[in-house]
């Protein structure tokens, strides 16, 4: 069964420094999202992609972050200086688009020094 | 967005029937229901979707009555392996395109 990838599974980064996470959505997809959840609290919403542009974003998703689909098959979230706050799991889901649910990669655990 | 309501936590043991219901009494016209299974540190897994009636797969059942305003997922004979947090999620049609949210969930835990 198709799955969406995610690498690092695991990332330490110093405070203030630029950390990109990716992800391999499933290849006939056409809807990217990523997600973020900090320990022993709820799965949140931060921005969805679709036709090389954002749709929807949240209010997590300020300017110190940012996404991009580099090529056919990685879409990737930047965080440009992170703060000790942006420690969390990161997942990355994709959808085929109308009525279809959205499947999630297995997440990076991002860890803020 | 509807609202939804559905237990903290419940119990079982292996081998067991397990139903968790949700509630989502302004559930709107257009609005499907979800659900997600999520494990330690893995991200939530798609496990079932409906609209009304009863939805039925290789791993579980969704019931709806006519009304809408609850749904129930059914585990048939639960395993450890099963033990998990269960996310109920109403949304729109475009939940392909849309961002879900996700409230606290069900935390089931299978015992021997």
Not at chain 2, 48 to 61: F, H, L, P
Request: negative net charge; proline residues 5%; aromatic residues 12%.
């Amino acid at each position: 069964e198709p799955e969406v990838t995610q690498t690092p599974s695991h990332q330490v980064t110093q405070m203030g420094q630029e950390v990109i996470l990716r992800c391999v959505p499933i290849s006939n997809h056409l809807y990217f999202y990523w997600y973020r959840q900090i320990l022993g609290q709820k799965v949140e919403f931060l921005v969805s992609f679709y036709n090389n542009e954002i749709s929807e974003k949240s209010e997590i998703f300020d300017d110190q972050f940012s996404v991009e689909r580099p090529d056919g098959s990685n879409f990737t979230l930047k965080i440009r200086s992170t703060k000790l706050e942006d420690s969390a799991m990161y997942f990355c889901a994709s959808s085929g688009g109308q009525g279809q649910p959205q499947h999630f990669g297995d997440g990076t655990r991002l860890s803020i020094l | 967005l509807a609202k939804t309501t559905q237990p903290i936590s419940m119990d079982s043991y292996e081998g067991q029937e397990v139903n968790i219901t949700c509630s989502h009494n302004n559930i709107a016209t257009n609005d499907y229901i979800t659900w997600y299974q999520q494990f330690p540190s893995q991200g939530p897994r798609f496990i079932i979707q409906g609209y009304k009636t009863k939805v039925t797969n290789e791993v579980a059942s969704l019931f709806i009555p006519a009304d809408r305003k609850s749904s129930t997922l059914s585990l048939p004979r639960v395993s450890l392996s099963d033990t998990a947090v269960y996310y109920c999620l109403v949304g729109d049609m475009d939940t392909g395109r849309r961002a879900l949210t996700f409230g606290s969930g069900t935390r089931l835990q299978v015992q021997p």
